[in-house]
Each structure stands twice: as structure tokens, then as C-alpha cells.
T-cell receptor, first 114, second 114 residues
Framework: GNSVTQMEGPVTLSEEAFLTINCTYTATGYPSLFWYVQYPGEGLQLLLKATKADDKGSNKGFEATYRKETTSFHLEKGSVQVSDSAVYFC?????????????FGTGTRLTVIP | DTAVSQTPKYLVTQMGNDKSIKCEQN?????MYWYKQDSKKFLKIMFS???????INETVPNRFSPKSPDKAHLNLHINSLELGDSAVYFC?????????????FGEGSRLTVL
């Protein structure tokens, strides 16, 4: 079956530190992979995505590479800011009877302190 | 204007009551979803409707009944509320079709059952 395992939080970093949030997956077939972000009091927003092996998704300084050999999609950012404080969700997608379905990890809370 | 809006944002009620959460999207999408986020931030799909037709119905108690009066609305009605129903419920929408289509989420409705 499909599953997503991501790094337990919470993660606390100082501003300008390097961020890595690990994500691994199991899936039948070839899913697409995503990182969603949930800022305080808001709904989830798509941060970046990769649809096939070796693709790199990037947005707002965040990057993640679809690694089929290690079934991973780790999120990285070289220098975090206080405004990056949020909960980050790794997800994979599979289609079911003509609709999308996203399978989410448990989320990792990031707090960036000045 | 909010793309995906849910009401109410907060709902506190007693066990055994019946309650509804409403969702509306103004993005012109054909497909809408309900997700449940538990206390550990785990997100799980409950239902998906495509153009008012139910297409995904995960293992959810039949006390939960989605209703889609038109493709811009997907309401969630819950009968005989239980303590375990306490969670944040997210509505989302997307275009339908093969392959992945980005999901747009509402801000969530926090349900607390006492």
C-alpha cells in the first residue's frame, strides 16, 4: 500500500540555519511527491512537487529531489527565516476513479527563532 | 476573495449532537474533498466528489454524510457526534482528470466534542 513517513518534530532552528526534513515513502507504481506547508491558522498550501524520478522541486528557497532508489523526498533550505515557521507535510498522490488522492505524512512543525 | 471557504471555523458541541460544516469554492473546480486532521497532525482523506458525484469514500463511519448540492459546495454532516470525532476538518478542491492536479485547501474547521 501507500504510505509516507516523515521526520518527527518539532524542529527548532535559529535564523539562517540549514534545514532538512526527511521524508520516505512506499507506493505501488510511480506516484508524484509533494511538500505542503501549513502556516499558523491557515489551510495547507502546495510548496513544491516532483512528478518523476530525479525531478527536483523548488520554491521560496526550498528544494526536494525525488529519489526513487532510496524512496525519499527530503526537504531542504539553505537559510531559514522566522517566516518559515510552519508545519510541513510530505505527501504522495495516486489517482482513484478519476480524482486525485493525496496521502499525507504526519507533518513536521518547524519553529525558527531570531 | 477566499478561494476555498469553510464555516464554521470553530465548533464546540456535546456528544450525541448532530452538526454540519459547510464548504464553498469559487475556483471553478469540479472536484472537492474532505480531509480529517487528527491531534497528531495526521491528514486522512474522507470523501471526494466530482461534479456532485461521490467518487472516493474511505472507511468513514456512516454517521458522516457528505452532501454536494452543486459542484461549488460540499457540506459535511455528522450525526451522533463522538469524542473521537474531535479534529480539524479540511475542505479542498481541484480540477479533475488524469494525473495530479493541485489541491487548494480551506483554512479548516476545528471541531471539539465534549
Amino acid at each position: 500500500g501507500n504510505s509516507v513517513t516523515q521526520m518527527e518534530g518539532p524542529v527548532t532552528l535559529s535564523e539562517e540555519a540549514f534545514l532538512t526534513i526527511n521524508c520516505t515513502y512506499t507506493a505501488t507504481g510511480y506516484p508524484s511527491l509533494f511538500w505542503y506547508v501549513q502556516y499558523p491558522g491557515e489551510g495547507l498550501q502546495l510548496l513544491l512537487k516532483a512528478t518523476k524520478a530525479d525531478d527536483k522541486g523548488s520554491n521560496k528557497g526550498f528544494e526536494a529531489t525525488y529519489r526513487k532508489e532510496t524512496t525519499s523526498f527530503h526537504l531542504e533550505k539553505g537559510s531559514v527565516q522566522v517566516s518559515d515557521s510552519a508545519v510541513y507535510f510530505c505527501a504522495l498522490s495516486y489517482t482513484q476513479t478519476g480524482a486525485n488522492n493525496l496521502f499525507f505524512g504526519t507533518g513536521t512543525r518547524l519553529t525558527v527563532i531570531p | 476573495d477566499t478561494a476555498v471557504s469553510q464555516t464554521p471555523k470553530y465548533l464546540v458541541t456535546q456528544m450525541g449532537n448532530d452538526k454540519s460544516i459547510k464548504c464553498e469554492q469559487n475556483l471553478g473546480h469540479d472536484t472537492m474533498y474532505w480531509y480529517k486532521q487528527d491531534s497528531k497532525k495526521f491528514l486522512k482523506i474522507m470523501f471526494s466528489y466530482n461534479n456532485k458525484e461521490l467518487i472516493i469514500n474511505e472507511t468513514v463511519p456512516n454517521r458522516f454524510s457528505p452532501k454536494s448540492p452543486d459542484k461549488a459546495h460540499l457540506n459535511l454532516h455528522i450525526n451522533s457526534l463522538e469524542l473521537g470525532d474531535s479534529a480539524v476538518y479540511f475542505c479542498a478542491s481541484s480540477h479533475p482528470g488524469q494525473g495530479y492536479r493541485e489541491l487548494f485547501f480551506g483554512e479548516g474547521s476545528r471541531l471539539t466534542v465534549l
